[in-house]
């Protein structure tokens, strides 16, 4: 799928990420880069530009995340409710792994599959420097290769939606 923004483009899978040991195996690798609009975005604290990044989805994903809860609940499968209020630091549905000055991992477990996304800051790129949005899926079973197949498409236009926002808004 192309990107919905010329500012948002593919890249590789980005090796020194801290979830780079991950890509081997998974069933879902990608990664989406976007420079960084100036300088302050490129000296934010990372859990402040993860959450400008992924803190708000615009309505029409919410309301994809509702459905997709109604699908999944019969399953098992966490629900974004549930994900949110669950305990520990979180940034919306996406649990806090790791925050260090140039990167933030988020994800999350469950019954089906383990989920992986990188935010990776790098500061020499571009003007202001860039940041990259890797995510990465390992599935326990039938169920969550079902669930990869049906919400990857899904998935890409988030993540690029996401990060177009964020340069659109200016990452305050």
């Not at 039938?142 to 926002?165: C, D, E, N, T, W």
Request: net charge positive; proline share 5%; charged share 15%.
């Amino acid at each position: 799928m192309q990107a919905m923004n010329p500012g948002v483009r593919a890249v590789a899978m980005p090796p020194e990420s801290s979830i780079a040991h991950l890509y081997a195996g998974s069933n879902l690798a990608d990664a989406y880069a976007v420079n960084l609009p100036h300088q302050q975005a490129n000296q934010m604290p990372m859990d402040s530009l993860g959450r400008h990044v992924l803190g708000s989805q615009p309505a029409w994903a919410q309301s994809l995340m509702r459905v997709r809860d109604a699908i999944v609940k019969p399953f098992g499968i966490k629900t974004a409710t549930q994900l949110a209020s669950s305990e520990g630091g979180r940034i919306g549905i996406f649990r806090i792994y790791a925050v260090t000055d140039d990167e933030i991992i988020v994800g999350e477990d469950d019954s089906h599959l383990d989920f992986r996304l990188s935010l990776l800051r790098n500061r020499q790129a571009g003007p202001h420097g860039s940041i990259t949005m890797s995510s990465v899926v390992h599935c326990h079973n039938k169920v969550g290769r079902a669930y990869i197949v049906l919400i990857k498409p899904f998935h890409k236009l988030i993540v690029q939606r996401s990060l177009a926002r964020a340069v659109k808004g200016g990452f305050i």
